[in-house]
């Protein structure tokens, strides 16, 4: 059976990944997971996870010539944690519309991962005034990164700038 997670479901297993692991770094929990992370030319392809059954171990491919490696790498997780059992190659002769909700997932858990919620609110004071776009090469991610935590924490007035939540202000 596949499980189809909602955003909010995501949400609390990527922080539930950052407990466990204690870090949201995708290369340590790469490495504590056993996950080899290969880079190559994949052509037009950015990245896939590879699960070698004789072997017991997981492999992600990620394309050498892609910009944003570490994007790859979280969303190949985002598979791994939300999807592992999942026979994806089935899926894809299957159903474009199961397969692009995999995607969909898989995209939201490599943003809640690479920018959580704290690193957001953290960085407020630096960011306040800025764009969607500068605040993407802020965090060195790309675009569709901000715009989902933008729309799911609500931070954004309707000028496009940053308007600090009344839950995160600090009373003396």
């Given at each position: 059976?596949?499980?189809?997670?909602?955003?909010?479901?995501?949400?609390h297993k990527v922080e539930s990944v950052i407990n466990d692991f204690r870090t949201n770094d995708i290369h340590e929990i790469c490495e504590?997971?056993?996950?080899?992370?290969?880079?190559?030319?994949?052509?037009?392809?950015k990245?896939?996870?590879q699960y070698y059954e004789n072997a017991?171990?997981?492999?992600?491919?990620?394309?050498e010539n892609f910009y944003c490696e570490k994007l790859v790498i979280a969303h190949e997780l985002g598979h791994f944690?939300?999807?592992?059992n999942v026979n994806t190659f089935k899926i894809a002769n299957c159903s474009v519309v199961l397969e692009n909700k995999l995607e969909h997932q898989a995209n939201v858990f490599a943003s809640e991962i690479l920018l959580t919620d704290k690193m957001l609110t953290d960085?407020?004071?630096?960011?306040?005034?800025m764009t969607h776009r500068q605040i993407a090469s802020f965090f060195q991610?790309?675009?569709f990164v901000i715009?989902?935590?933008?729309?799911?924490?609500?931070l954004l007035s309707r000028t496009r700038e940053f308007s600090i939540p009344h839950y995160l202000v600090q009373y003396a």
């Amino acid at each position: 059976m596949i499980r189809i997670y909602t955003t909010k479901n995501i949400k609390h297993k990527v922080e539930s990944v950052i407990n466990d692991f204690r870090t949201n770094d995708i290369h340590e929990i790469c490495e504590k997971l056993g996950i080899t992370v290969l880079r190559h030319n994949l052509g037009r392809v950015k990245g896939f996870l590879q699960y070698y059954e004789n072997a017991d171990h997981y492999l992600i491919h990620v394309n050498e010539n892609f910009y944003c490696e570490k994007l790859v790498i979280a969303h190949e997780l985002g598979h791994f944690f939300l999807h592992k059992n999942v026979n994806t190659f089935k899926i894809a002769n299957c159903s474009v519309v199961l397969e692009n909700k995999l995607e969909h997932q898989a995209n939201v858990f490599a943003s809640e991962i690479l920018l959580t919620d704290k690193m957001l609110t953290d960085a407020l004071p630096e960011i306040e005034n800025m764009t969607h776009r500068q605040i993407a090469s802020f965090f060195q991610l790309p675009l569709f990164v901000i715009e989902h935590k933008v729309s799911q924490l609500r931070l954004l007035s309707r000028t496009r700038e940053f308007s600090i939540p009344h839950y995160l202000v600090q009373y003396a």
